[in-house]
């Protein structure tokens, strides 16, 4: 780890610094960071992290009530951000593995009967169930109320049917919390959610997407598919909101992995810089190096403030909405922007297939697309201004 001064931030207390160190400890031990290959392989690998990552008790982070083997009552935001920090460094699947039980199985946690939690949440943790949720379809994205998937109540329970896409863990997920349509009402209030096993019959996987940096994904087709009344999630016509509030628990976390990529890539790039001899001196020795080096810092730490804001205002209670955005909007754009200075930096072999700042360059593409692509976050930002007038430094 090589710059840890950020953890004595005052936005992080002793028992956060405690956790990031040894998670990181752990991390150099026991997650491989070499290439995890494409198709099955890259299941097979997500798999035996979720297992390993829940073995060590780490995803207990990800899941809120200690009833359920939660590591508090609530999600501890700065932890979370934290622990995807510090995976994010190491390994990319690592962080998506993590990640994506905290997101899979968040709804459960907010809004999920005794019953639920009691049958899913342990084993989320324990790493023995993979959790996924689904919300986007092939015309429904950014515009989430456009979504046609569709829940008709039928005797005890509901019959499923339609569509959706881009699902992360889609194919070895367990379970899949899905949303659709239910009619209570027009638009976004007539949505509920539901946890809908991977063995339901009529639930198939249609399509499997291979993506710039690879990992579980797939569209999922629901024909017929019987969902008995006791696996709908909270109140009927309440699933958009239950959605959103799932996603705000973890938005600022997505802004946290973009961090790790970045700080990685600032770690690469030094090492390389300082080694590589050139004109009969280091790379490190020119003008023009360290002026990329240090705009590469400055936004690191500009991201991390960000970061850190929000995931410490949301453990005060406070809501989030726009340092949320701010924070995965320039996190995830700066570290695209660190990231491509890093892959200069190490010149031709930084487009070699697999090396690290290669890979990295990969795996930061999508956070500025999902949990709201950046020009989302910016409608966020702009909505929240203009709702709270005038900024309060006009004299
Ligand atoms: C790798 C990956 C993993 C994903 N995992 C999941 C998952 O697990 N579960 C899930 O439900 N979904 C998942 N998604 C879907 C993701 O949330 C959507 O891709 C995202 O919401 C954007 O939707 P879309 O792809 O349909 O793009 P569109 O909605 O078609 O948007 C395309 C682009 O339009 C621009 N745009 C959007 N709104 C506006 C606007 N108002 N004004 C101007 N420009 C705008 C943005 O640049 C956006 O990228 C994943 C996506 C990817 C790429």
């Not at 040894?22 to 299941?43: F, K, M, N, Q, V």
């Not at 009691?118 to 979504?147: C, H, I, K």
């Not at 019987?226 to 909270?234: E, T």
């Not at 956070?367 to 309060?392: F, H, P």
Request: glycine share 10%.
């Amino acid at each position: 780890m090589a710059d840890t001064s950020y953890l004595d931030w005052p936005f992080l207390e002793p028992r956060h610094k405690e956790l990031a160190l040894s998670l990181d400890r752990w991390a150099h031990e026991h997650i491989d960071d070499s290439p995890h290959g494409r198709g099955r392989e890259t299941d097979d690998a997500c798999v035996n992290l979720v297992r390993t990552l829940g073995a060590a008790n780490w995803i207990r982070y990800a899941v809120g009530g200690q009833d359920w083997g939660g590591s508090a009552e609530t999600i501890d935001t700065r932890a979370i951000c934290l622990i995807r920090e510090t995976l994010a460094r190491h390994c990319g699947l690592a962080d998506f593995a993590f990640a994506m039980q905290g997101l899979g199985s968040g709804a459960i946690t907010l809004d999920g009967s005794d019953g639920q939690k009691r049958n899913y949440l342990p084993r989320v943790v324990a790493g023995t169930a993979v959790a996924a949720f689904a919300l986007s379809e092939p015309d429904a994205g950014s515009d989430v109320g456009a979504m046609s998937c569709a829940a008709h109540p039928d005797g005890d329970g509901y019959v499923l049917n339609g569509e959706k896409t881009w699902i992360s863990n889609g194919g070895i997920a367990d379970f899949y919390v899905v949303f659709a349509r239910t009619g209570e009402a027009p638009g976004v209030r007539g949505i509920s959610a539901f946890i809908v096993d991977a063995d339901t019959p009529g639930l198939e996987i249609a399509e499997r997407i291979e993506v710039i940096a690879p990992h579980p994904l797939a569209r999922l087709r629901f024909n017929d598919c019987r969902i008995p009344g006791k696996q709908r999630l909270g109140a009927a016509g309440q699933g958009f909101k239950l959605a959103m509030r799932t996603l705000d628990i973890f938005r600022t976390s997505v802004a946290a992995a973009a961090l790790g990529f970045a700080r990685r890539a600032l770690d690469e790039a030094v090492q390389r810089a300082t080694a590589r001899k050139m004109f009969g001196h280091t790379l490190a020795d020119f003008q023009l190096t360290q002026a990329k080096l240090a705009d590469m810092a400055a936004a690191i730490d500009a991201a991390a403030l960000l970061v850190y804001r929000a995931a410490w205002l949301r453990d005060q209670g406070r809501t989030v909405t726009k340092e949320a955005a701010m924070a995965k909007m320039v996190a995830t754009e700066s570290a695209q922007q660190v990231i491509d200075a890093a892959v200069q930096i190490f010149g031709g072999l930084g487009v070699v297939s697999e090396v690290p700042v290669e890979r990295l360059y990969r795996d930061i593409r999508a956070l500025r697309i999902y949990e709201g692509a950046t020009e989302v976050q910016k409608l966020i930002i702009a909505r929240e201004l203009l709702k709270d007038g005038a900024t309060g430094s006009r004299p």
